[in-house]
């Protein structure tokens, strides 16, 4: 065996060495669902770390905005379930790998609930309503994105909640007089919907843009396969036009009707005035047998 | 009977025949005197005296003419006539042209039964003097003898007209004679009457009473019948009687009765050929061919001359249908016209020959034969078939109407149906010829007659092409719910002519289950739903023939262009542009000269109006070069118009194309222009939609501003609501509220921007009413539900 031979064994060998690479990490923020309490979370978290990245992935949970984003943008975590919301409104660059499933759907209607008995819509001016985002947008997302922009702005106080177990408990303890959460929640006996509210996708999958390719295909192959708890029962794979369209609905609307253009069709009957159409029969001697 | 009439009547005739006439030239000699003696002993019946006296006025004048023929005439009375042919022959020697002499000589034969030479003598005498009655009434009676029933007829007729008022008293017995040549001659009705008065005024003549039960039968068996049980208790005309009987039994259908008549016969004579031969008929009757073949050959066997049973045996084969070897048996008989069976043979002949379809070659003895028994329905019937098998059709009608006159009661069915087949056999070469009128008459007769499915599809034929349709749909009617195809679809035609559209519609559906004429069928179908303004079902019509129906150079697939092409331009007109390119594209493949042409066009307009910017464009450029058949001068402009329109509907060309259209516009006149002006609004006002949604309100605005300026009549209200929504977008709520509210009900879309205006000004339940109007009444804003929902969570109505 020549030095060169030797030389190229050495080098493969050192490819094949195994490497020294930092665990991934899945972090997951997502105070709309409605977890039953951080062990909770923190368990779905490591559990969807491990299937999407293997056993030696973590699982962290954020309760704020700012540390989750400090956490993606500082590359502390490669992959990541987000609050659609919290996507909508910032511009944290990320790949969207799939959305969340919970009870067989997507998204859930969203609901606004009271202490028993519901009152009519009106008599809620002037109270307070809490939500859970915590983003700082959920003044935006209680008025535009689920009331359409129809209520004046000044018709409540819109106050941010960490989650929705935390908003349903405000309005059970009086610190709130009004939560919006979604529909599905096991509400507590005293508290009723008074209306129901358009749909808001579950969390997003994405990951982030620091993020190893390989762990992106991976997560992104992985995700689909997820059979998780109660909470979050699995992924399917989904775009960016869900933050998108909910970002589109952030904004106050503006409401204008469409234009119309007239059909040319009318125009270009003129065209086939006088058209006659026959289909020549024979003459009716015709039909007599031949002799 | 007949004996007795024809001695007495030559002892009558000869004694009235010499009496002295004028034309007997007389000598003044004592002959005269001696002749006149012999006449009054004549006339006194003594015969001696009269032929002393006879024989001496012969003795002094062997010339007197008168003398002889009188002593002829005791010759005959005293049962001499062989001595008194002898005489006259003398006679006829002196006086050759002598008709008296003639006529004495001729009875004298016929009475020595020489009438092969006596009868011609006596025939020569009626044609050169026809009021010689005595002639007549013996030529009358020798032709019954010889059963020349037509001849016997003439003769004795001519008799009762000729015949001196003295002889009155003898007319009965020659009526005997008389009565039975009707019978024999068809003319039972008058044989029956004159049997009647006979039998009134001789109850004990017993040949009166059978030929009354005889004519009777031949009448109406349901008269005869009980003539009949009267004279079968006569010993002496048991048989005939019972055989006649039997007859009638089987004229009425009582085959049973006609056996059992036939075998009480056979019981006294087993071998009587007259029974066998009824049982045979009734076995016959009764559905035993065998039987009736067995009896009716026994019957021949035992009288092989007698011919009536060979043709009886002949019928039965005819009807066990067997008619071929009907024709062998009765190929091997010559009958004369004199046979009492002429008539009966040449009869079977004619309608075995009819079922074997050779009776064309009988036509000429079967003329023959009707000439000899004149207005006998059914010899005229089966000359008329064979007229009608030998191609002569126009004879056949001429002949079987004459059977038709024949008979005063009902026409027999053979009768009907043959002239029924020879007027539709009249008819329909008149229909090539063209002549229609001459056709009509005709299936309207034939109708008349004996109605049945090629009468009624011809006549229904006819009257559709003399254009009357009603006249036609009644004949057609008659051929029931299942007529065939042809009939169908003539049906179809003509209830389409009376406005029925939907008989016509049942009509064409009948025609093309009935099977057959495919083609013809789904041509007519597709052609009547074209005129009635159903072009899809014309070509549902021919679209569901099999394929191969529909293969090249076949009407079918003309038809199916034209329908393709009515249904895409229907389609159009009902904004269906898609269906319609659709349908073009079909047609196009079969369309041929100026047709595809047009399909080619149409499809481009078609192409146009589905919004398919790209395939409008290449259409388009597909006919740029063409002249399409568009209203002038349309047929030339339309087609640049409508790619700088469709240029026009992109973005970045909506500017050249609006420079285009206005130039465009200039020029243009007619359809064109309007077509033109249109266009440019149309360009102009996508483009202003286009560059509102991207918010561009202001290029919006001069965009609509150009669209306005176009002059064009189309989407006025449209353009005014564009506007109205720019206002609103402007923030001028008033202005844009009362456009809107004046095209509402035009532009549904209008109630939207009413809602926004409401919405504006804080009033939003007003809002969200006017959206629910707009939806309801189908204005077109893909977020408009969302806008509902979120109103309804404030002011109900919503899900909770």
């Known amino acids: ?23 991934v990490t899945v972090g997951v923020y997502a105070p709309t669902v409605p977890f039953e309490g951080t062990a909770a979370r923190l368990a779905f978290a490591t559990t969807l770390a491990r299937h999407l990245a293997g056993p030696d992935a973590v699982g962290r949970v954020y309760g704020r905005a700012s540390d989750f984003s400090a956490a993606l943008v500082g590359g502390d975590i490669q992959l990541a379930v987000v609050d659609v919301a919290f996507l909508a409104t910032t511009k944290i660059p990320h790949t969207t790998l799939a959305v969340a499933v919970r009870a067989g759907a997507t998204a859930a209607p969203w609901q606004l609930v009271v202490r028993a008995p519901a009152p009519p819509l009106a008599t809620l001016r002037g109270k307070t309503v809490v939500a859970p985002i915590t983003d700082g947008q959920h003044r935006a997302f209680v008025d535009h994105a689920l009331f359409g922009g129809e209520l004046a702005p000044d018709f409540w106080h819109v106050e941010a909640s960490p989650d929705t177990l935390s908003a349903v408990a405000a309005v059970v303890l009086g610190k709130a007089d009004a939560a919006v959460v979604p529909v599905g929640l096991a509400l ?3 508290l009723a919907a008074v209306t129901d509210l358009p749909s808001v996708s579950w969390p997003i999958l994405i990951a982030a843009r620091s993020a190893p390719a390989e762990v992106v295909t991976q997560a992104r192959a992985q995700a689909p396969r997820f059979a998780g708890a109660a909470a979050i029962t699995g992924f399917r794979p989904a775009d960016a036009e869900v933050e998108q369209a909910l970002a589109r609905r952030l904004r106050r609307p503006l409401r204008l009707p469409p234009l119309v253009v007239p059909a040319l069709r009318i125009t270009v009957g003129e065209l086939l005035v006088g058209r006659r159409f026959d289909i020549a029969r024979p003459a009716v001697t015709s039909y007599l047998p031949a002799p | 009977m007949r004996g007795s009439a024809i001695a007495s009547s030559v002892l009558a005739l000869v004694v009235w025949a010499a009496a002295p006439a004028a034309a007997q030239p007389r000598a003044e000699d004592d002959s005269a005197a001696l002749v006149d003696s012999g006449r009054r002993a004549l006339t006194a019946g003594d015969l001696p005296r009269a ?10 004048n062997p010339r007197r003419v008168e003398a002889y023929v009188l002593r002829a005439a005791v010759h005959a009375a005293q049962g001499q006539p062989e001595r008194g042919v002898t005489l006259m022959r003398r006679a006829r020697a002196l006086a050759p042209d002598n008709a008296d002499v003639a006529t004495a000589l001729g009875s004298q034969l016929m009475l020595a039964g020489q009438a092969d030479e006596g009868a011609p003598l006596l025939e020569e005498v009626v044609a050169r003097a026809p009021a010689r009655y005595e002639a007549h009434a013996l030529l009358g009676h020798y032709y019954a003898t010889r059963e020349r029933w037509p001849d016997a007829v003439v003769a004795l007729e001519a008799y009762q007209r000729t015949r001196p008022a003295a002889l009155a008293g003898d007319d009965d017995r020659h009526r005997l004679d008389l009565a039975e040549a009707y019978l024999r001659t068809g003319r039972a009705a008058v044989a029956l009457e004159l049997y009647r008065a006979l039998v009134r005024a001789h109850r004990d003549w017993r040949g009166a009473r059978l030929g009354e039960a005889w004519a009777a039968a031949a009448v109406d068996c349901r008269l005869a019948r009980p003539l009949l049980a009267r004279l079968a208790d006569e010993p002496a005309a048991r048989a005939e009687v019972l055989l006649v009987d039997g007859q009638c039994a089987l004229a009425l259908g009582d085959a049973r009765d006609a056996l059992r008549q036939a075998r009480r016969v056979l019981e006294a004579a087993p071998t009587s050929a007259p029974a066998l031969a009824l049982v045979g008929e009734a076995e016959a009757a009764r559905g035993n061919l065998a039987a009736a073949r067995s009896a009716l050959e026994q019957a021949r066997a035992l009288e092989p001359n007698r011919t009536r049973y060979l043709i009886r045996l002949a019928r039965v084969l005819r009807l066990a249908g067997q008619p071929a070897a009907a024709t062998t048996e009765l190929a091997g008989v010559a009958l004369s016209p004199s046979s009492p069976d002429y008539r ?37 019937t089966a000359l008329g078939g064979a007229q009608l098998q030998a191609g002569d059709p126009a004879a056949a009608v001429a002949t079987l109407e004459r059977a038709v006159a024949a008979r005063a009661d009902a026409i027999a069915r053979p009768t009907a149906e043959r002239l029924t087949t020879a007027l539709v056999a009249v008819a329909e070469p008149a229909i090539r010829a063209g002549d229609l009128a001459t056709a009509e008459r005709a299936l309207t007769r034939a109708d008349q007659l004996a109605g049945n499915p090629t009468v009624w599809r011809d006549l229904g034929l006819v009257r559709l092409a003399l254009d ?31 406005g029925d559209l939907a008989g016509a519609r049942a009509a064409f559906d009948r025609a093309a289950v009935a099977g057959g004429r495919a083609v013809e069928v789904a041509v007519e179908r597709a052609g009547f739903e074209l005129d009635t303004g159903e072009p899809d079902a014309a070509v549902a019509a021919l679209v569901a023939l099999p394929p191969r129906e529909r293969g090249p150079g076949s009407a079918a697939r003309a038809a199916l262009v034209t329908a393709r092409h009515a249904a895409a331009l229907a389609a159009l007109h009902q ?122 309100v202001a290029a919006a605005r001069q965009l609509l ?74 204005a077109r804003l893909g977020v ?17």
């Open chain 2, 784 to 800: 408009l539900d969302d806008w509902i929902a979120a109103k309804e969570r404030l002011y109900g109505g919503g899900p909770r």
């Open chain 1, 188 to 190: 507590p006996g005293d």
């Open chain 2, 344 to 380: 009966s043979y040449w009869i079977e002949t004619g309608e075995a020959r009819w079922e074997l379809g050779t009776a064309g070659g009988v036509v000429a003895p079967l003329t023959q034969a009707t000439q000899l028994v004149p207005d006998d329905a059914e010899l005229l």
């Open chain 2, 468 to 498: 009357n349709p009603a006249g036609a749909v009644a004949a057609l009617a008659s051929a029931g719910a299942t007529p065939d195809a042809v009939t169908a679809l003539l049906r179809g035609r003509a209830l389409a002519g009376v």
């Open chain 1, 1 to 23: 065996m020549s030095w060169r031979w030797l030389m190229i064994v050495a080098a493969l060998v050192g490819l094949a060495s195994p490497a020294v690479a930092e665990p």
């Open chain 2, 575 to 696: 904004g269906q542009a898609t269906r319609a390119v659709a349908l073009l594209d079909e047609a196009a493949r079969d369309a041929t000269g100026d047709q595809a042409i047009a399909v080619r066009c149409d499809a481009a307009l078609a192409a146009v109006a589905t919004g398919d910017r790209a395939r409008a464009l290449a259409r388009l450029k597909s006919i740029a070069k063409l002249t399409c058949p568009f209203p002038s001068p349309a047929d030339t402009q339309a087609v640049p118009i409508l790619t700088a329109f469709v240029d026009g509907l992109s973005p970045r060309r909506a500017a050249t194309a609006t420079a285009r259209l206005t130039a465009l516009a200039r020029t243009a006149r007619g359809a064109s222009r309007a077509l033109a002006t249109a266009a440019l609004r149309v360009v102009a006002m996508t483009a202003a939609e286009q560059a509102y949604r991207a918010g561009k």
């Open chain 2, 705 to 778: 501003t150009t669209a306005r300026a176009s002059g064009a009549s189309l989407g006025d209200d449209e353009l005014a609501y564009d506007l109205a929504v720019l206002d609103l977008a402007d923030g001028k709520v008033a202005a844009a509220k009362v456009v809107f509210a004046k095209v509402a009900a035009k532009v549904p879309e209008a109630l939207i921007g009413a809602g926004v205006a409401a919405d504006r000004e804080g009033d939003g339940a007003r809002a969200l009413e006017l959206w629910r109007q707009a939806k309801r009444a189908g």
């Open chain 2, 51 to 60: 032929a002393k006296a006879l024989d001496a006025a012969l003795a002094l």
